[in-house]
């Protein structure tokens, strides 16, 4: 290798120095821990930096490192940038590293504020092949106006946790860990179909104090013709107004996700089945499949005439689910079973267990 470098110690207090080298074969690189590399980065990236890369993962400053040295990252095709801060900096890589299929962006520190929006300072013409974008809301403009996205994975943008507010940061909530109307419309800006849709937290319809709801997010995402699964993360207590009976949300759309936090360390089979009839049938009626969590999806089945929906559980997950029903016994609480589905995922020997029939609510049968 042509590298040289010189490691930095407390009694010479040394600079790092470092030279790129084209002679490292990597092909694959993640860089997973990168807490404390303040100080070598230049040596890192002398040492990971190849024009053979195809894929990416490391922490922002790493990697923009590795792919502003003299090289051209021609073949680059996946590239997964962590807790980045220096934007204009992201900007020059993305700049040029035209082949690019796949990027993933987290955001570290706030964004700045443009006059015209933009963050990046990308070139129009750059990035032609994004087929895969996963990234703060404030860049989608940037991003996939124009490109070939059709997977989409939109983080929040900001700092407030949604989960840990009181009545009076509810509007800022709204404002800033949400995407806005003008950013959900953005989407059927995509140089393809949006397919595959996940945006960490969403509110359908956002409450306007003095209007009542503001529908404007609802009306763009119907808008979305080629939609086949959604993912979000709806805001705790607003069930009917995330989906609301009144209008469907999404009329196309195949497989939706909806990972309610205040379902999540729970299991009531019945109050899934009563958000699906009641709510997400409605809001989304060409859906045939719906999850809450991770374990159990519900199918959509035709019995006598009448449209049911009928949990179901991938034969790979019965054992964590078995495992989750079993701690949750551990620590005395209690799943509310549907149609036998729970109960069934046991044998009749583990059903003899008092704690077990306690936890599936079994114990006066």
């Not at 890192?44 to 051209?72: D, K």
């Not at 809450?292 to 997950?317: C, D, N, Y």
């Not at 995922?345 to 003899?352: A, I, N, S, V």
Request: aromatic share 8%; charged share 20%; proline share 6%.
């Amino acid at each position: 290798m042509n590298s040289k470098f010189e490691v930095p110690s407390e009694q010479d207090g040394l600079l790092m120095q470092a030279e790129y080298s084209a002679a490292t074969p990597w092909t694959d690189l993640a860089i997973d821990n990168a807490e404390g590399s303040a100080l070598y980065v230049p040596w890192i990236a002398s040492l990971a930096a190849s024009p053979a890369l195809t894929y990416l993962r490391s922490y922002s400053p790493i990697a923009q490192a590795i792919l502003s040295g003299p090289f051209e990252f021609q073949k680059l095709k996946i590239l997964h940038a962590r807790g980045c801060h220096d934007w204009l900096g992201l900007g020059a890589v993305l700049n040029s590293t035209p082949g690019v299929t796949s990027l993933t962006i987290s955001q570290a520190a706030p964004f700045p504020t443009t006059a015209d929006g933009r963050i990046l300072r990308l070139a129009s013409d750059v990035l032609p092949n994004l087929e895969m974008l996963h990234c703060p809301s404030a860049l989608i403009g940037e991003l996939l106006i124009g490109r070939p996205v059709h997977d989409l994975h939109v983080e929040r943008t900001g700092t407030v946790n949604p989960w840990d507010v009181d009545e009076e940061g509810m509007q800022q909530m709204y404002t800033e860990h949400t995407p806005d109307a003008d950013v959900v419309g953005l989407l059927a800006c995509s140089g393809a179909p949006i397919r595959r849709l996940h945006i960490s937290a969403l509110a359908f319809q956002k409450p306007r104090l003095e209007f009542g709801y503001d529908d404007t997010v609802a009306d763009h995402m119907e808008g979305l013709k080629h939609l086949e699964k959604l993912s979000f993360n709806p805001m705790d207590d607003m069930v009917d107004v995330l989906a609301p009976s009144s209008r469907p949300i999404n009329s196309h759309v195949k497989t939706v996700c909806a990972r309610l936090s205040k379902t999540s360390g729970e299991l009531d089979l019945q109050k899934e089945h009563m958000l699906v009839t009641q709510y997400f049938a409605l809001a989304y009626p060409r859906a045939t499949k719906f999850a809450f969590t991770s374990h159990i999806k519900w199918h959509l089945h035709e019995q006598r005439g009448e449209p049911t929906w009928i949990p179901a559980v991938k034969s790979s997950l019965k054992d964590v689910l078995r495992v989750r029903i079993m701690r949750l016994g551990e620590k005395g609480e209690t799943v509310t079973d549907i149609r036998g589905f729970l109960k069934g995922l046991f044998t009749e020997e583990e059903l003899t267990s008092p704690q077990l029939r306690h936890t599936l609510g079994l114990e006066e049968e």
